[in-house]
């Protein structure tokens, strides 16, 4: 195909292919199959220039959108880590008491120390009150003794449950706490400290000799301390009961 040199204007681009007429418009490629369509649709080297200056600028855009997606991805898997982290830390903080806990309620930290004494005010009538002394295993915590209960039973009667008073005389439902100190006696005591010791009064209904006692010492915290005690065959005052 022949072509004039009318067409061939200054600022013209033209790209020849097999008698054809191609022109780069808006990256495409359009085929001009009509010479005589005229250079309208011709880019000039401007436009050309624009064109391609466009192009570099998607080009560049397309990258800063690239850097936001990866940034996005960097910050949620971030933030996902630190979400599953912290749920770990905290079940195993959990299993962690949860643990302790079990421990100290299957462990008991009270201790009998000394013998268990029953007083009979008449000794023709039996034992009416009981006496003995607590502590607390080396390293155990603070036991509150105002949340302590005592459990007394004998064979012919019901058991009878006994709590803390801050009063000095004792009863069949009360229990006193007292401590002994350089300077006397001190009552009302509402807590046990490791390495100290305490002494537990309480009165009972009159125990006759040769008569089998069961006792349970029920903290707020621990394991109770079950035992059982045996009046003496011939009473006295002051009785060791063993």
Do not use: C, H
């Not at 299957?106 to 029953?118: C, K, L, P, R």
């Not at 607390?136 to 105002?146: C, E, I, V």
């Amino acid at each position: 195909m022949l072509i004039s040199n009318s067409f061939f204007q200054k600022k013209a681009i033209w790209v020849f292919l097999d008698s054809e007429i191609w022109v780069k418009y808006k990256y495409n490629d359009i085929l001009l199959s009509n010479i005589d369509a005229g250079p309208t649709r011709i880019l000039n080297e401007k436009q050309e220039k624009n064109m391609n200056s466009s192009k570099r600028n998607d080009e560049g855009f397309t990258g800063l959108e690239a850097a936001i997606v990866l940034i996005a991805f960097v910050v949620v898997a971030a933030v996902f880590s630190y979400v599953v982290l912290g749920a770990g830390f905290f079940t195993t903080q959990k299993a962690q008491e949860t643990v302790y806990q079990g421990v100290a309620q299957a462990s008991s930290n009270i201790q009998m120390t000394g013998q268990v004494y029953g007083i009979a005010s008449d000794p023709a009538t039996g034992v009416d009150n009981i006496t003995f002394s607590l502590g607390l295993a080396p390293g155990s915590p603070t036991l509150d003794l105002t949340m302590m209960k005592i459990i007394f039973s004998t064979p012919g009667t019901t058991p009878q449950t006994l709590t803390w008073s801050s009063a000095d005389v004792p009863t069949t439902s009360l229990f006193i706490v007292n401590e002994t100190l350089p300077t006397g006696t001190r009552s009302g005591i509402q807590s046990l400290k490791a390495q100290n010791q305490t002494q537990i009064k309480f009165a009972v209904a009159p125990v006759a000799k040769n008569t089998v006692m069961n006792f349970e010492i029920r903290p707020s915290v621990g394991a109770s301390l079950p035992f059982s005690k045996t009046t003496p065959p011939a009473l006295s005052n002051t009785n060791v009961l063993y």
